[in-house]
């Protein structure tokens, strides 16, 4: 007997004499410090869940992709020699470039696109960078040229929008937001090819 009484007390860490008063009140005390700490413990995650749900996670932001979109014609042979695309006709299949350098005159980027059936195309510019925010953004540093058109009637280069030399870029404030993507969307052009050969 007096050996469990001493594995007790190792357990229970506290020290005898045993009496009446020694069992009744010590266990009583250390009942009351256990449940002080579970309603702090209790306290202290309502507060937690409080504040988590004050301050739900924020949706991680999706990154902003650049594109430059645009228009490929064939020139009507009444108009070669300017501006005017009065009697013009979109190409489906012209190949154009964007072509981008940044502050050190240096090719950063370059990508050949294709029109869709519609004469448009929509150039992602897929991995472009801007060491420079000023210097390197695509309104300073990239420009669109025409390349080829599928057209064996009308395929000679025109300088509409300075295409020869390429054409800039504008910003008409166009955002293109999905579930999974966003992009800035500049404008180049439009761009054309005239006729070989006119009546």
């Not at 910003?171 to 966003?182: L, N």
Request: charged share 15%.
């Amino acid at each position: 007997m007096s050996q469990f009484l001493q594995i007790y007390k190792s357990h229970l860490h506290f020290q005898f004499p045993f009496t009446p008063s020694s069992r009744t009140q010590k266990p009583h005390k250390e009942n009351t410090k256990m449940e002080a700490k579970s309603l702090l413990s209790l306290s202290l995650l309502l507060l937690l869940l409080h504040i988590a749900a004050a301050n739900p996670p924020r949706p991680t932001p999706k990154p902003v992709a650049i594109a430059v979109e645009g228009m490929v014609y064939c020139q009507n042979c009444q108009k070669i020699g300017s501006w005017s695309l009065t009697g013009a006709k979109p190409i489906a299949g012209a190949k154009i470039s964007v072509i981008c350098k940044n502050h050190n005159n240096q090719v950063s980027f370059y990508k050949v696109y294709e029109t869709n059936k519609y004469g448009y195309f929509y150039a992602e510019l897929v991995g472009y960078k801007m060491p420079h925010p000023v210097l390197d953004h695509p309104l300073q540093a990239c420009k669109v040229k025409p390349i080829s058109s599928p057209l064996s009637d009308c395929d000679l280069l025109t300088n509409l929008n300075y295409g020869i030399a390429g054409a800039p870029l504008r910003y008409d404030k166009k955002f293109v937001v999905g579930p999974k993507y966003r992009a800035a969307v500049y404008s180049a052009g439009p761009l054309a090819f005239h006729p070989e050969k006119c009546l």
